[in-house]
């Protein structure tokens, strides 16, 4: 029997110097190849996540901001859930576990399966304790707006992957976004990070962005844009509010709007109304019929016009009430329709045309807003008297209400225009003079009786300063004609008027009621905001309450 048992040591002894002469001729030979196999299945390359830039208003408040959560994933080659796993799996992450089911059994061979994104980072840290096979987490970003629905047509969204999607996140993606990093980590078989080995390529950080927004001045426009446009029942709104020395946007508010934190419910709420929709702007354009007639020489702002109804063709030119004989100044503070089609007429086909295109009116401003359109202004037909008469008063062309207020800048700047940004500017940009100054100023003088008693829009008076300012209330074109049953309601105006700092345009789109009218509707909502704005930035009254009312000229 000792035979046996010396077989069967020197059979050990033998498998042993076997393997030990494996190992050294493996380390000899094959080295390399056992070390880079090795290396293959534990030392991985990972991305390091950008941090996207963040932001801000004029004076430093966060308007978006990325703050980190955790993306959850599946390797199912390297373990099964088993039903208690799943449970546990769907109750932390709060997901369905009939559908979680349905996905683990469709990708069963899956080695990378998201699970949940954008989950928080105490969550995750709850679901890592309970060490689910398979179960690993990946570092990412979320974005957070603090002043949700009020900026969010402005500063827009990013998706699930921190991409820029609307807005200025879109505009400015390529800044705001940045460039993930490599490093080298060590992996366990189950594909958790053991260690980091090296950083290959460090992420480089997105740049910080500061808007011209006033957030202070957003959120009161947004209050009360949204308070009119509940109240007149209307189909949507628009107000935009420059700064008149530097052009800068220091708010830009529409409705309907968009919660950015939420799943967005509805695409209708996204579109950034003031720069993408276009609309005729109506009697806000006769400020720049006023300027044509006064350019002319031919007119003063006293000079006499009558205003009983006449044809042009077939169409009837008329007001509501019978005036006769009115002055220039009392023709723009009545938005007298026959007195404007007078003059357009007297003037020639080009003349408010002319004015119109130098005053830049529907051009693109190129402010950096996504989706901002060009409006529409042509001379196509102009030859036509009926043409040229309408464009008088604002009927054939169409702008946006940020162009609107482009316009009503210009003016506000006594004949010079400058460029419109939503960025926030180091200093006032070079302007250009496009219209001499004291022409301008009569115009402006003249729109002051506007908002004065007897004038088309008292609502948007202010207690102590003198506002300048044109109401427009135009028909809405239905299957290729004007409906009488729908309208837009538009004003747009400066103050203080005496040295306008601020210009501000309101659109109230269909409203519904009795009262739909420029001065009715979208006046008042001017006069509240002008009024509180003019007191946020401490702008000193221009005129005792009697002569803001009364519309005295400077």
């Not at 008329?318 to 009392?330: F, M, N, Q, V």
Request: proline share 5%; glycine share 10%.
């Amino acid at each position: 029997m000792a035979w046996r048992h010396f077989t069967l040591v020197a059979f050990f002894l033998l498998a042993g110097v076997g393997l030990v002469a494996r190992v050294v001729y493996l380390n000899v030979t094959e080295r390399q190849f056992l070390i880079d196999q090795g290396e293959r299945r534990s030392i991985k390359s990972q991305e390091i996540p950008a941090h996207r830039g963040v932001i801000y208003d004029r004076f430093g408040e966060p308007l978006a901001v990325s703050t980190p959560v955790m993306a959850v994933y599946a390797n199912l080659r390297e373990g099964e859930l088993d039903q208690d796993d799943r449970r546990a799996l769907c109750v932390t992450l709060e997901l369905d576990c009939q559908r979680l089911s349905r996905r683990l059994a469709q990708h069963r061979d899956s080695r990378f399966l998201y699970l949940a994104r954008g989950v928080a980072v105490d969550v995750a840290e709850e679901l890592a304790a309970l060490k689910l096979p398979g179960i690993g987490f990946l570092k990412e970003y979320r974005r957070f707006y603090p002043a949700g629905e009020s900026t969010a047509h402005v500063v827009g969204l990013t998706d699930i992957d921190d991409q820029g999607i609307e807005g200025i996140e879109l505009s400015f993606d390529a800044q705001l976004q940045g460039e993930a990093g490599r490093k080298v980590v060590l992996k366990d078989r189950s594909g958790q990070v053991i260690k980091e080995l090296d950083y290959a390529d460090p992420a480089r950080f997105g740049a910080d962005l500061t808007l011209s927004l006033d957030l202070r001045l957003q959120f009161l426009a947004y209050r009360e844009l949204k308070s009119a446009v509940q109240s007149h029942r209307a189909k949507a709104g628009s107000l935009v509010m420059l700064d008149v020395a530097t052009g800068e946007i220091l708010a830009l508010v529409n409705q309907p709007a968009f919660n950015p934190n939420e799943p967005v419910a509805s695409l209708e709420g996204l579109r950034n109304r003031a720069a993408t929709d276009i609309y005729e702007p109506g009697s806000t354009m006769k400020p720049f019929t006023i300027l044509a007639a006064l350019k002319s020489g031919r007119y003063e702002r006293h000079t006499m016009i009558d205003t009983s109804p006449f044809y042009i063709g077939r169409k009837r030119v008329h007001d509501p009430a019978e005036r006769g004989e009115i002055s220039l100044e009392t023709a723009l503070k009545k938005s007298s329709q026959t007195a404007i089609a007078r003059v357009a007429l007297d003037l020639g086909e080009r003349a408010v045309f002319d004015v119109l295109s130098e005053a830049g009116v529907g051009e693109y401003l190129g402010t950096g807003l996504h989706g901002e359109v060009v409006g529409k202004l042509t001379d196509d037909g102009l030859e036509r008297p009926i043409a040229h008469t309408t464009l008088a008063y604002g009927y054939g062309l169409a702008i946006t209400p940020l162009q609107l207020a482009d316009a009503y800048m210009m003016l506000a700047n006594g004949g010079i225009r400058r460029p419109v940004s939503v960025l926030r500017q180091a200093e006032a940009p070079a302007g250009y003079r496009v219209f001499d100054e004291h022409f301008v100023h009569q115009v402006v003088q003249m729109m002051e009786g506007v908002t004065a008693r007897g004038g088309t829009a008292p609502g948007a008076h202010i207690e102590g300063f003198r506002v300048a300012g044109k109401t427009g209330t135009i028909r809405k074109v239905v299957a290729g004609a004007y409906d009488d049953g729908q309208h837009a309601a538009w004003f747009a105006g400066m103050a203080p008027a005496t040295a306008p700092r601020i210009v501000t345009v309101v659109l109230i789109d269909e409203p519904q009621g009795e009262d739909f009218s420029g001065g009715k509707v979208a006046a008042p909502v001017f006069g509240r905001v002008m009024a509180r704005t003019m007191h946020l930035l401490g702008v000193p009254p221009d005129a005792q309450p009697e002569q803001a009312l009364a519309g005295v000229g400077y």
